[in-house]
């Protein structure tokens, strides 16, 4: 079985390594071809880096095509002449078309990373975290011509952590990917006929491509949805706000605090003013006192407490080390826009 992949980040590369070893086992299958995207300028100098996939497709001695534009006819063509029985996909990050998903045989098979139909689009493991979800997962489809609307082939459930970040869990579904992978290619092998079940277009949502924009906070939403957009969004685009004075803080790491703060604990003392009458967004001064200042804001239900974060023009820091930074707390101002 001649096998094309295309994708590009890591996720997609702990795929193809998985994929590789399976073929190593198994003569019978053959990586012939990888797709991934055009080498792209990083860092402060802006070296031309290649991705993960290109960098692991060329130590493994395998043909890399990155094309700009893969509908174009040389892409094309290069792709017919792989002539491959079977094309695997994941966060290839180019949409393919008719053409394309006619070549192979076997057809095109994508592996994304959410529980089909729900999350289609570019970023679904940062929306699942975002939206407070508890479980995901990666699914299996057979692709067509719409935006992650293909049949399922087969579907895995992982529970989200609540620690979990979109870096940690990304790097879970990559594994479960990476099995989920070489189930297919065994079954195939076995001559299986992967059953296809239609998506219900009714339960479908999406998780559009992230914005820089995406990250600002808005306290007038709830304690517990900022901090799930702050774990979801880690770390990029990152989640954050300014002060009062115009300052950028990145918020690296928060959690939410009970909105009523029982009457026997120590945090009693701290909250005794009414938060409900400081605005959304105000830090509550009391637990700025003493020796060990806490960074609590108030939000439109309940109180968030922010445990890490990047001031403007500084490196990353706890809160506490933060506040104690500033001198009587006057830059700060208690209130974050």
């Not at 802006?46 to 174009?72: D, Y």
């Not at 006819?73 to 949409?95: F, M, N, R, S, T």
């Not at 609540?162 to 195939?188: Q, V």
């Not at 959304?280 to 009391?286: C, D, E, I, K, M």
């Amino acid at each position: 079985m001649r096998i094309v992949y295309m994708g590009t980040p890591q996720i997609a590369a702990t795929i193809l390594e998985a994929i590789l070893k399976y073929c190593e086992k198994e003569p019978s299958m053959e990586v012939v071809g990888v797709f991934t995207q055009p080498d792209k300028p990083v860092g402060r100098k802006q070296v031309m880096t290649p991705s993960e996939v290109k960098v692991l497709a060329q130590s493994a001695g395998i043909p890399v095509f990155a094309p700009r534009r893969i509908k174009k006819p040389v892409p094309v063509e290069h792709l017919k002449e792989l002539a491959p029985d079977l094309v695997l996909v994941c966060a290839y990050g180019q949409i393919l078309s008719k053409e394309i998903l006619d070549i192979p045989a076997l057809g095109c098979i994508n592996f994304h990373t959410s529980l089909l139909p729900k999350y289609r689009g570019a970023a679904p493991i940062q929306w699942a975290i975002a939206n407070g979800e508890t479980v995901t997962g990666v699914t299996a489809m057979r692709m067509d011509e719409g935006m992650d609307t293909g049949d399922i082939l087969l579907q895995r459930e992982l529970p989200i952590d609540p620690a979990d970040t979109a870096e940690s869990l990304t790097d879970k579904l990559a594994t479960l990917s990476a099995g989920l992978a070489e189930e297919i290619l065994k079954r195939l092998k076995n001559g299986e006929e992967l059953k296809r079940t239609p998506q219900d277009a009714s339960e479908a949502t999406y998780a559009p491509i992230l914005q820089k924009e995406d990250g600002k906070m808005d306290f007038a939403s709830s304690a517990a949805s900022l901090a799930d957009h702050c774990r979801g969004f880690y770390p990029w685009p990152g989640t954050y706000c300014y002060q009062e004075d115009g300052k950028k803080l990145t918020v690296l790491e928060c959690k939410a605090l009970s909105a009523s703060v029982p009457e026997d604990t120590a945090e009693t003392a701290a909250a005794k003013i009414s938060t409900e009458e400081l605005a959304a967004g105000t830090l509550v001064p009391s637990f700025l006192e003493g020796k060990h200042p806490r960074m609590v804001v108030t939000t439109g239900d309940g109180l968030l407490e922010i445990l890490r974060l990047k001031p403007e023009g500084k490196g990353e820091m706890a809160a506490e080390a933060y506040l104690r930074g500033l001198r009587n707390l006057k830059e700060i101002k208690h209130v974050l826009v």
